[in-house]
């Protein structure tokens, strides 16, 4: 029952909203001193069916407060679903796949992926996996080393759902949230208390997707408004702004890794260009045509290997020369009919044989999806493949930041069934490693700050929590 405080968080959550429905700085206050009161009071090993009796106590008093429908039409979220909801992706995906048809060569089959065993995740016991580990990480576990200690700080300044969340790359303590509202919070979350710097407003539909520079210094949006904006975060203005097509709509974006002048944008029509940011015009043989909506784009590190996901399931991979500023050697790298490729992240990571590259995928229905990047060519080989809840949503994951033999090769991702999921890539079994329990809707993106202390996570109720890991 270590995560006994998460589960009894989420509770107060649920029924936050109906508190003071007009007084968002109470609600916010109101959680973090919940969070607080619960980490300062954990029971011994002993007491831990006391807590157990706390929770059941709260539900029925919380019910009884505020009404009984209100559980009632929220039971997806409730304690028990959660509990069931990988064992259910799992099932869901088991039918899914049955039915997933064959391939042309060179593109990677569903079931080519190592399916993992996620066994129900529980600190109270270790596996053998989890001692060496332990002996590598200093004498903690992952499961440890990834334990959290409660809620940082929770923002709720957006009106409608937080699309977004992203720690700055090379900044612990710069976050920026995107939502539906149509507007872009850059966030200070250190030192306490964490306060909002800009609230910056231009666009005048909802944001997509947004990213940031290496630099730190500007922030690239992508809007159902047919217009990219690209930001200046040391003043916190617009510097400029990228009309399309009326009705395009832009619905991702991400900067070149060594070159902030070229950003490449995806739109609702499968079209992927890349711009140059001091003209604010396209490049000329920079276009990808995808087979459906273009969703989501990323760079490898170095910028010659670019990724874009559509919505009828396929990843494109593109070969990008800077120097002559083309696109060349487009493949389709992988398919999956059934569903929607809805994030895309790469990481490289040193083994060793030298620098390998990964990429990170959650796809419709049910799928966190992890490939080996193979050279020069971007195709891909079946790594790793997880069960997440994700049954229409646009949800997107990560890796964690740190990457090393002592602290694993781990991602994080976001989940429909209102929790955030950590999990070991090299591990066999009990991959899980933590469950994070707080939201009260849909969440919908996750990002560690450059250190790990934190993380933050965002909802589809407009919720942001920054979880603070245990430093202990």
Same mark, same amino acid.
């Given at each position: 029952?270590?995560? #006994? ?52 106590? $709260? ?41 997933? *048809? ?5 593109? *990677? ?9 996620? *066994?129900?995740? @529980? ?9 060496? %580990? ?17 809620? /940082?700080?929770?923002?709720? /300044? ?23 509202? =149509? &507007?872009?919070? &850059? ?8 306060? *909002? ?31 990219? $904006?690209?930001?200046?975060? %040391? ?88 120097? #002559?500023?083309?696109? /060349? @050697? ?47 060519? =971007? ?51 009990? #991959? ?8 009260? %809707? ?10 790990? %202390? ?19």
């Amino acid at each position: 029952m270590s995560n #006994t405080w998460q589960v009894l968080l989420a509770l107060d959550a649920r029924y936050n909203v109906y508190r003071t429905p007009n007084n968002f700085q109470f609600k916010t206050l109101y959680i973090r001193r919940r969070s607080q009161l619960l980490r300062d009071n954990r029971p011994t090993e002993n007491d831990v069916n006391i807590r157990k009796h706390y929770l059941k106590l $709260r539900s029925i008093l919380l019910a009884s407060k505020y009404g009984a429908i209100l559980l009632d039409n929220r039971s997806n979220g409730s304690h028990a679903s959660r509990i069931n909801s990988i064992s259910e992706s799992a099932d869901s995906f088991v039918d899914w796949t049955r039915k997933n *048809i064959a391939l042309p060569i060179n593109q *990677i089959l569903i079931d080519d992926i190592p399916e993992t065993n996620n *066994i129900p995740f @529980s600190t109270s016991t270790l596996s053998n996996v989890s001692t060496t %580990s332990r002996a590598l990480a200093m004498g903690r576990s992952l499961e440890e080393t990834y334990a959290f200690s409660g809620v /940082h700080h929770i923002f709720d /300044h957006h009106k409608g759902s937080v699309t977004r969340v992203q720690f700055a790359p090379n900044d612990r303590s710069l976050l920026a949230t995107c939502g539906r509202d =149509g &507007i872009l919070a &850059i966030c200070q979350v250190l030192p306490t208390p964490a306060t *909002i710097i800009y609230r910056l407003k231009g666009h005048t539909a909802e944001i997509n997707d947004m990213q940031w520079s290496a630099t730190n210094d500007l922030l690239v949006t992508a809007s159902s408004d047919a217009s990219i $904006r690209i930001w200046q975060i %040391s003043k916190g203005k617009c510097m400029r702004v990228i009309e399309s097509t009326p009705g395009v709509e832009n619905l991702c974006c991400c900067f070149h890794p060594s070159n902030n002048n070229f950003i490449a944008v995806g739109n609702n029509r499968g079209i992927l260009q890349i711009f140059n940011v001091s003209t604010g015009k396209p490049l000329k043989n920079c276009v990808i045509k995808c087979y459906g909506r273009s969703m989501c784009v990323t760079f490898d590190e170095t910028g010659s290997i670019l990724w874009t996901g559509d919505d009828r399931g396929n990843i494109f991979a593109t070969l990008f020369d800077m120097t #002559t500023g083309k696109l /060349h @050697s487009c493949k389709r790298v992988f398919s999956n009919s059934n569903g929607s490729v809805t994030s895309l992240s790469f990481r490289f990571r040193s083994t060793r044989d030298g620098r390998e590259g990964f990429l990170l995928a959650n796809v419709i229905p049910n799928l966190l999806l992890v490939f080996k990047v193979l050279p020069n060519n =971007g195709k891909l080989s079946a790594r790793k493949r997880f069960s997440i809840r994700q049954k229409s949503l646009t949800i997107h994951s990560s890796f964690c930041p740190i990457i090393s033999p002592r602290q694993g090769f781990c991602v994080v991702s976001a989940s429909e069934d209102m929790c955030v999921y950590l999990y070991d890539v090299d591990r066999e079994i009990r #991959t899980l490693i933590n469950k994070l329990q707080g939201h009260c %809707s849909a969440v919908f993106d996750v990002s560690f700050n450059a250190d790990e %202390s934190l993380l933050a996570s965002c909802d589809q109720q407009g919720l942001v929590i920054v979880w603070q890991r245990d430093s202990r």
